[in-house]
C-alpha cells in the first residue's frame, strides 16, 4: 500500500474514527484503525464491536493495500501533521507504516488487515429522513438521562419509537425520564428501537449541516447513519423499555411558570452549597415566588425567584444535578413545573412547546 493524502484530510478522518478505537481488548486489532486504499480514495475504519466508523477521504493512489495501524498513537501524531500539504502512507516490506512529510519521515508498528472484522452495511430494511438539527437536538434533550448502571443495560440505551411522521426518543436513569418529539420528513414506516446513549452522542458529533438531512437506517440489530463519506454503525440493545408513559401523571395539584435562567443561576448557586449534602436543593412554592435553598455544615444559601403559580403551595426536595441537566437544555425562556406532593414525580416543560417533557423523582428529606 502507499498512497499521498492531504495533512487535514487525513487528520481530519482520524480524529472522526478514533472514538470507535476500543480501550480495553485482548484482541490487538480493535486497539487499531484499518486503513484501506483503493482507487482514488482512502478508507479509515475503527470498530469496538459494539459502534463502528468509517470514513473515506481521497487520495493519491500507487499501490492499493490495507493495513491496520495503532488507534490512539496514530491519531495523535497525524493531529501534528494536519498543516502538511502531502503526507505520504507507505506500508514497507517488513510490515511497518512509513509516513513521509517535508523530507522527514516516521515509521510505526503495523499489522495485517487480514482478521479485521467486517463491518455490516447492508443495511436498508426501516428507515426515516430527519432534518440534521432535530436529530441532534433530540438525542441532546435526552441520552444525559440515561442510566450508567451496567446492572440494566437496556436503560443504557434511548428507545427511538417511530409512528406515523412523529419520532420520540425516550431515555430514563430509574430516577428521571426525557421525552423528546421531532417531526420526520419521510420514513418507510413504524419504527422501534433501543439506541445506546454512547452511540447517539457520537451521532451528534457527526452532524454538522443543521439544515441538511440525515437518513437513519434500522435493521435487525443494527443501525447506521451515512453523512459526508462518514458511515456510522451501531448495535442496538435488545430487550423490553419499560412502558414510559405510565410512569407520567396525568393531573397536578401545582403548577408553576418561572424564568429559566434566573431559576437556573439560583439552583447553581444553591448547588455548590449542596455539594456536601448530597446534592440536594430544596424549593418551597409559595403564591409569587419560590424558595431555593441547601444546607450544610459549611453554611446555607437560600434565594427567592419571582414566578406564577396555579394551585397550591408546596415544598419539595431534588438532586440539584437532575435539575441543572434539564434546565440546561431547554431553549425556553420559561418553563412550567407541575407538582402533585413533595413525594410525588415532578414533571418540567418549556412553556411553549409540547414536544418536550422532562420527569424527576423528587428527594425524600425530614420536615
Known amino acids: 500500500m502507499k498512497t499521498i493524502v492531504k495533512g487535514i484530510d487525513l487528520s481530519n478522518a482520524v480524529n472522526k474514527v478514533v472514538k470507535a478505537v476500543s480501550q480495553k481488548t485482548p484482541n490487538s486489532l480493535l486497539e487499531g484503525i484499518k486503513l484501506s486504499c483503493k ?3 482512502l478508507t479509515l475504519t475503527a470498530t469496538d464491536m459494539e459502534i463502528a466508523i468509517e470514513k473515506t477521504i481521497s487520495c493519491e493512489t500507487f499501490m492499493e493495500g ?3 495501524v495503532p488507534g490512539r498513537l496514530f491519531a495523535e501524531f497525524v493531529k501534528k501533521l494536519e498543516d502538511e500539504d502531502e503526507i505520504e502512507l507507505n506500508v514497507t516490506e ?3 507504516m512509513k509516513i513521509v512529510y517535508s523530507g522527514s519521515e516516521t515509521y510505526l508498528q503495523a ?3 487480514e482478521q479485521y472484522p467486517i463491518i455490516k452495511k447492508d443495511i436498508n430494511l426501516n428507515s426515516f429522513v430527519i432534518k440534521q ?3 441532534k437536538d433530540i438525542i441532546n434533550k435526552t441520552s444525559f438521562a440515561c442510566s450508567q448502571d451496567d446492572s440494566r443495560p437496556i436503560l443504557k440505551g434511548c428507545l427511538l419509537e417511530l409512528e406515523g411522521e412523529t419520532l420520540t426518543c425516550v431515555a430514563l436513569d430509574g430516577f428521571r425520564l426525557a421525552v423528546c418529539k421531532k417531526t420526520v420528513r419521510e420514513s418507510t414506516g413504524n419504527v422501534k428501537a433501543i439506541v445506546p446513549a454512547r452511540a447517539l452522542v457520537e451521532i451528534t458529533r457527526l452532524i454538522e449541516h443543521d439544515e441538511e438531512y440525515v437518513t437513519v437506517i434500522i435493521q435487525d440489530n443494527s443501525l447506521l447513519i451515512d453523512i459526508d463519506n462518514t458511515v456510522f454503525v451501531t448495535r442496538l440493545l435488545e430487550g423490553e423499555y419499560i412502558d414510559y408513559k405510565r410512569i ?8 408553576f411558570k418561572v424564568n429559566k435562567a434566573s431559576l437556573f443561576s439560583s439552583i447553581e448557586r444553591a448547588s455548590v452549597m449542596a455539594k456536601v449534602m448530597k446534592n440536594i436543593v430544596k424549593l418551597d412554592v409559595h403564591e409569587n415566588y419560590v424558595d431555593v435553598s441547601s444546607d450544610s455544615e459549611m453554611g446555607n444559601v437560600k434565594e427567592q425567584v419571582l414566578i406564577n403559580l396555579e394551585g397550591k403551595d408546596v415544598s419539595i426536595a431534588f438532586n440539584s444535578r437532575y435539575l441543572i441537566d434539564c434546565l440546561r437544555v431547554i431553549d425556553d425562556e420559561f418553563v412550567n413545573f407541575n407538582l402533585n406532593t413533595s413525594i410525588a414525580p415532578c414533571v418540567i416543560k ?3 412547546d409540547e414536544d418536550y417533557l422532562y420527569l424527576i423523582l423528587p428527594v425524600r428529606i425530614s420536615q
Open 350 to 352: 418549556p412553556n411553549s
Open 248 to 255: 407520567v401523571p396525568s393531573s397536578y395539584v401545582t403548577v
Open 94 to 96: 517488513d510490515g511497518r
Open 66 to 68: 490495507s493495513v491496520v
Open 39 to 41: 482507487g482514488d480514495e
Open 111 to 113: 499489522q495485517s488487515a
Open 133 to 135: 438539527k432535530a436529530f
